[in-house]
């Protein structure tokens, strides 16, 4: 169901004021996309976190650290660690001697982010889904400035897109593409389908992403299938899974004064927050969506990173993942 409520958002971007020129707080093309890539350069999403990073082991949950592949085997020197010393090796020769290994490099990463309905709402700074687009746009440049493999998942009303990770700048550019299309496409008087549910997200995800991946699902989580509680499990069973949930401030707290007409692309009614039923109503259902989602951090030991279409994502992402003035 779609929103619009008549306050214009708080911080007006420059481009909305130029005559022909798009409003990047409703819709997002290509060229915002890229860019924000200069943005991404101060993030990280190596298992090695800051301390303030939702990502480290201080919030609850940390990302694995990449495998190990053999270098070499060679004489003991006084600084290594005696872990590593082969004892077949040593004993053969006489000669203490160790194992060396470096951490592998390719860790892929799996974007998923959602351009449905539901996120083509906004009452401050920008639409959920521009919040989320942006945010895709920033991690797969991170993604790929690390030299690891990135690739998504764009999920509309109508499909899910996929793009198999790779280590390219071609393939970023045709996974944001993809997304600036399906962000394009949202509209107030679009047809409103039945909304893709979260289980056919994430099936086509465990298509993608088998093991040792890093999955980041920027969703506003509306609709829970029968089957997403055991296809994240097994997701998060061989996989890193970091849930972003984006929502907006004016349907985190309703006001008690809210009178707006809503609609679904068809049909339209009056929506009054002054009535306690309705309040109750709206209330539970976004309290029952933030306990879904704790319930799987708690269960699974999967990470949250909440974003807010309240604020620039760029500075919500640097925060979430603990990046200080000084590496802007």
Request: aromatic letters at 4%; a neutral charge.
């Amino acid at each position: 169901m779609a929103f619009f409520p008549n306050r214009r958002p708080a911080e007006p971007a420059a481009a909305s004021a130029m005559p022909g020129v798009a409003d990047t707080r409703v819709h997002v093309d290509l060229t915002h996309l890229r860019g924000l890539e200069g943005h991404a350069k101060a993030l990280s999403l190596l298992p090695r976190q800051p301390a303030s990073s939702v990502l480290s082991g201080r919030h609850g949950s940390r990302l694995r650290g990449r495998g190990l592949d053999f270098l070499e085997l060679r004489g003991y020197l006084p600084s290594d660690d005696v872990r590593n010393i082969d004892w077949r090796v040593t004993a053969r020769t006489g000669e203490p001697h160790v194992r060396v290994f470096t951490e592998e490099r390719d860790r892929p990463a799996l974007i998923v982010v959602d351009q449905r309905m539901s996120m083509f709402f906004g009452s401050q700074h920008a639409m959920k889904s521009v919040t989320a687009a942006e945010a895709a746009a920033l991690l797969a440049f991170a993604v790929l400035a690390q030299q690891d493999r990135v690739g998504g998942v764009v999920v509309t009303d109508s499909q899910v897109e996929e793009f198999r990770p790779a280590r390219s700048r071609a393939g970023v550019m045709h996974f944001l593409q993809a997304l600036a299309a399906a962000n394009q496409a949202l509209h107030a008087d679009a047809a409103a389908p039945a909304p893709t549910s979260l289980d056919r997200v994430l099936e086509s995800v465990a298509r993608l992403a088998r093991r040792d991946h890093l999955i980041i699902v920027l969703s506003d989580f509306d609709v829970i299938g029968p089957h997403s509680d055991s296809l994240l499990s097994a997701l998060c069973q061989h996989n890193d899974v970091v849930l972003a949930p984006v929502t907006d401030p004016l349907a985190e707290q309703l006001p008690h004064d809210l009178r707006q007409v809503v609609s679904d692309g068809r049909q339209q009614a009056l929506l009054s927050t002054a009535d306690q039923h309705v309040r109750a109503k709206l209330d539970g259902v976004s309290q029952a969506r933030r306990e879904q989602l704790l319930d799987w951090q708690r269960r699974f030991g999967l990470s949250i990173a909440p974003l807010s279409a309240s604020e620039d994502a760029v500075l919500q992402l640097h925060r979430l993942l603990g990046v200080t003035r000084g590496r802007r």
